[in-house]
Nanobody, 122 residues
Framework: QVQLVESGGGLVQAGDSLRLYCKAT????????MGWFRQAPGKERELVAA?????YYADSVKGRFTISRDNAKNTVYLEMNSLKTEDTAVYSC??????????????????WGQGTQVTVSS
């Protein structure tokens, strides 16, 4: 059974940087697509970035966030720079099994982690 465990969240000030980690266990995910999502209070979950054979970024984070993966470590990262107060949310990672196309066309992910809180103060 796959497990996704996120870490790296915390409380930072606007303009700071954070690096989030998502470790997958129970599965070798080299053929899977991975996505980072966020959900702020009172808002729907939104896709922030995704990676498979290519990468995808939401317009709101393009140029500030970078998604990457290390298949040997079964880990996907989200490097977040120039953080804004509106980036405050619970960030979680999702996995789409055996997806080798562009991640922008993924309709639904197969499994989710519990998430890690990111709070950006002004």
């Amino acid at each position: 059974q796959v497990q996704l465990v996120e870490s790296g969240g915390g409380l930072v000030q606007a303009g700071d940087s954070l690096r989030l980690y998502c470790k997958a266990t129970g599965r070798t995910f080299s053929s899977d697509a991975m996505g980072w999502f966020r959900q702020a209070p009172g808002k729907e979950r939104e896709l922030v970035a995704a990676i498979s054979v290519s990468t995808y970024y939401a317009d709101s984070v393009k140029g500030r966030f970078t998604i990457s993966r290390d298949n040997a470590k079964n880990t996907v990262y989200l490097e977040m720079n120039s953080l804004k107060t509106e980036d405050t949310a619970v960030y979680s990672c999702g996995i789409k099994y055996r997806w080798l196309g562009s991640p922008r066309y993924i309709k639904e992910y197969d499994y989710w982690g519990q998430g890690t809180q990111v709070t950006v103060s002004s």
